[in-house]
């Protein structure tokens, strides 16, 4: 990237849109991966997904005619350290699913936005604004307010999401820097293969050290070895493969079109699908901080598009030491 004054081109609208579809898609995903971490391991899971997602996209790329420098693309060094940031959010992630409920992960998970409106702010220059501010201080209150109901929220497995939160910006910041205008072919690309790796890494690690130890027999789904795969569960995972290529796609596009602090205020929305599947499929019932973190967290959105109406944001030059 040169380092002459840009401006990044805006489309509020479509990044909303996109960032919405994306939580809803996310939510489901995690559903599966609750009701699933019984059976398999996380890195099981991330190794036979991936072997079964890149192929996939390798297909479907194929089939719409999209040259082959897209594969060079996404080998690049920005893509990679994007999906490097990715993966390790989600793995932090999913290491906590099954310990917390999803609208614990989740409110822990989302103060990813106040590290992206800082990041926003100092790093790439982008001004979040009087409203933009507010619209995150009233989102961080709704998830402080939401998450004060459970009793596991602030256990050891709290910490992970929260982990995850900061290389979550630090993704959706590379995105919007240096990923650009980089295909979102090329960038759900690279993200699968990453995420690919990760399994496979940490799955041979696990069978080289493989041992009997209380951590293997209490927690086997994050340190357990690989177990049988049924047709169900090959079927289980070729669902996760799809829904992997769709969520790259969708987060990829929303960062690409617009600020990273206006499309993360509108992740919040995922809080809301999680606890409607939190009801629905395990028995949570919401409470009154429940329904009042996710007014706020409305609220915090709909203050942040507000501040982004009919404004045509002009950026300031990038640091050198971004380039």
């Not at 890494?201 to 070895?225: M, N, R």
């Not at 079927?235 to 969708?250: D, H, K, M």
């Not at 929303?254 to 992740?267: D, G, H, K, L, N």
């Amino acid at each position: 990237m040169n380092s002459s004054l840009t401006a990044r081109p805006e489309n509020i609208l479509r990044g909303v849109a996109l960032i919405i579809a994306a939580a809803l898609t996310i939510s489901i995903q995690d559903v599966v991966f609750k009701l699933f971490s019984r059976e398999l391991t996380l890195w099981q899971i991330f190794t036979l997904r991936g072997l079964l997602a890149i192929p996939m996209l390798l297909i479907l790329l194929r089939l719409r005619g999209v040259h082959r420098a897209v594969f060079r693309i996404a080998l690049g060094k920005w893509p990679l350290l994007r999906a490097v940031f990715i993966t390790t959010t989600f793995l932090a992630f999913y290491a906590a699913i099954p310990f917390l409920s999803l609208s614990t992960v989740g409110a822990a998970n989302y103060i990813a936005p106040i590290f992206v409106a800082l990041l926003s702010a100092y790093a790439i220059q982008e001004p979040v604004g009087p409203l933009g501010w507010l619209g995150v201080l009233l989102g961080f209150t709704g998830v402080i307010v939401l998450l004060q109901p459970g009793m596991d929220a602030f256990s050891f497995w709290s910490l992970l999401p929260i982990m995850g939160a900061a290389f979550y910006a630090l993704a959706h910041i590379t995105t919007r820097v240096k990923c650009r205008d980089t295909p979102l072919a090329a960038i759900s690309l690279s993200q699968n293969i990453v995420m690919m790796l990760a399994g496979v890494i940490v799955s041979v690690l696990l069978f080289w050290f493989a041992s009997k130890g209380d951590l293997t027999e209490e927690y086997p789904y994050i340190f357990g070895l690989w177990s049988n795969v049924s047709l169900a569960d090959a079927l289980v995972l070729a669902v996760l493969a799809g829904f992997t290529i769709l969520i790259s796609i969708l987060l990829a596009g929303a960062y690409q079109a617009a600020p990273p602090a206006i499309i993360s205020t509108f992740e919040y929305s995922y809080l809301v699908f999680v606890a409607i599947w939190d009801i629905l499929f395990f028995g949570v019932t919401l409470t009154v901080s429940s329904v009042t973190g996710m007014i706020l967290i409305v609220i915090a959105g709909l203050l942040v598009l507000r501040r982004g109406k009919g404004k045509v944001v002009k950026y300031r030059q990038i640091k050198a030491n971004l380039e």
